[in-house]
């Protein structure tokens, strides 16, 4: 019965426990669910292309291999969240489909050019920090083939960030020309970070009916928060300044005040005018067309070996 299995995924729902792939569930859970995932699996591999950027200029054996790893960790999880969908009746061609033509968003921030090697060093800091505050949080989405994700992506995740604060440690204690570099990019990369959360909680049409279903766990102006209150003192240690002239401590609050990101900026980013939205996307799409004969190759020999079978 139609109102039994709503009552069902209702309960499920108020007593924390996960709906799975075979549950009932309502339909617009199921598009909720696709759409969060997908862009998310998207904001993954479009995210492999600021940082791929610079491997073949690491500007040593160790920082080539690490950045290496880190990249073909991003691969991964987005293959890992591609399957996630799958759970859910999406189809991962038409979903790839969607991103290269543009029908489906991915993060705003990997519509940003990586000028320096500091800007490695700061994406791991900073963007994949921002990244670990949103999905920590997510490891309790009431999804369970998503939370589940989450968990193992989120242990990957704190050792990217790990490796571009060591980094940046690094070219820190190196030359003035060095901690100039990590500041430019500091500079560059600051508000497009905390954009990643979101809008505003009063602009976020998705927030209240996600939250009531258990899909976030926190609004996108308290995850906000909670990132530069944990940044401001990893910037201190590091010896770098936020480009921001209102953050500052706020005993009452117990919190850090900040100023405003610059929104109309952030909606022509995730409108697809960003400064190299078009390049990405471009790249992705020329990536999937080269990569075809790979996949017809793989599909014919996985017929093959089945009809030897
Ligand atoms: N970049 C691009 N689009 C964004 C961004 C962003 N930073 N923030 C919000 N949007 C989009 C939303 O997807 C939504 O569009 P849609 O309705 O067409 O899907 C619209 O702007 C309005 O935003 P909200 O109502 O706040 O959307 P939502 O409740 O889904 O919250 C959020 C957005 C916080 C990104 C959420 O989807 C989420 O937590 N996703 C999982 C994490 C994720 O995708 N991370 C990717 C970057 S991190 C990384 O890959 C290293």
């Given at each position: 019965?139609?109102d039994?299995?709503?009552?069902?995924?209702?309960?499920?729902?108020?007593?924390?426990?996960?709906?799975?792939?075979?549950?009932?569930?309502?339909?617009?859970?199921?598009?909720?669910?696709?759409?969060?995932?997908?862009?998310?699996?998207?904001?993954?591999?479009?995210?492999?292309?600021?940082?791929?950027?610079?491997?073949t200029?690491?500007?040593?054996?160790?920082?080539?291999?690490?950045?290496?790893?880190?990249?073909?960790?991003?691969?991964?999880?987005?293959?890992?969240?591609?399957?996630?969908?799958?759970?859910?009746?999406?189809?991962?061609?038409?979903?790839?489909d969607?991103?290269?033509?543009?029908?489906?968003?991915?993060?705003?921030?990997?519509?940003?050019?990586?000028?320096?090697?500091?800007?490695?060093?700061?994406?791991?800091?900073?963007?994949?920090?921002?990244?670990?505050?949103?999905?920590?949080?997510?490891?309790?989405?009431?999804?369970?083939?998503?939370?589940?994700?989450?968990?193992?992506?989120?242990?990957?995740?704190?050792?990217?960030?790990?490796?571009?604060?060591?980094?940046?440690?690094t070219?820190?204690?190196?030359?003035?020309?060095?901690?100039?570099?990590?500041?430019?990019?500091?500079?560059?990369?600051?508000?497009?970070?905390?954009?990643?959360?979101?809008?505003?909680?009063?602009?976020?049409?998705?927030?209240?009916?996600?939250?009531?279903?258990?899909?976030?766990?926190?609004?996108n102006?308290?995850?906000?928060?909670r990132?530069?209150?944990?940044s401001?003192?990893?910037?201190e240690?590091?010896?770098?300044?936020?480009?921001d002239?209102?953050?500052r401590?706020?005993?009452?609050?117990?919190?850090?005040?900040?100023?405003?990101?610059d929104?109309?900026?952030f909606?022509?980013?995730?409108?697809?005018?960003?400064?190299?939205?078009?390049?990405?996307?471009?790249?992705?799409?020329?990536?999937?067309?080269?990569?075809?004969?790979?996949?017809?190759?793989?599909?014919?020999?996985?017929?093959?070996?089945?009809g030897?079978?």
């Amino acid at each position: 019965q139609p109102d039994e299995l709503q009552s069902h995924f209702d309960e499920t729902i108020a007593r924390e426990r996960r709906i799975e792939p075979r549950d009932w569930m309502p339909e617009a859970y199921r598009k909720t669910m696709i759409r969060q995932i997908a862009q998310h699996a998207h904001s993954e591999i479009i995210g492999m292309q600021p940082e791929g950027n610079w491997i073949t200029r690491a500007p040593s054996l160790r920082r080539k291999a690490v950045l290496l790893a880190k990249v073909q960790d991003e691969a991964g999880h987005g293959m890992y969240l591609y399957s996630a969908a799958e759970t859910l009746g999406a189809d991962r061609a038409d979903l790839t489909d969607r991103l290269v033509h543009g029908r489906q968003k991915y993060s705003s921030i990997f519509n940003y050019p990586t000028l320096s090697y500091a800007d490695v060093g700061v994406i791991g800091w900073l963007v994949d920090g921002a990244a670990i505050c949103n999905q920590v949080p997510l490891c309790r989405s009431s999804y369970g083939p998503y939370g589940r994700a989450m968990v193992r992506i989120c242990k990957e995740e704190s050792f990217h960030q790990r490796q571009g604060y060591e980094l940046l440690m690094t070219m820190m204690r190196g030359t003035d020309s060095q901690r100039d570099m990590v500041q430019q990019a500091v500079d560059r990369f600051w508000w497009p970070a905390l954009m990643m959360f979101g809008p505003p909680d009063d602009e976020s049409p998705n927030t209240e009916q996600s939250m009531a279903w258990g899909v976030k766990r926190h609004t996108n102006d308290e995850l906000r928060q909670r990132f530069v209150d944990m940044s401001v003192p990893q910037a201190e240690k590091l010896g770098v300044t936020f480009p921001d002239p209102d953050l500052r401590w706020n005993a009452e609050r117990g919190h850090y005040d900040f100023g405003t990101p610059d929104w109309d900026e952030f909606w022509a980013v995730v409108k697809g005018n960003g400064p190299c939205n078009a390049q990405r996307v471009a790249h992705r799409k020329s990536a999937h067309d080269e990569g075809a004969w790979v996949r017809e190759a793989a599909l014919a020999h996985a017929a093959k070996s089945a009809g030897r079978r």
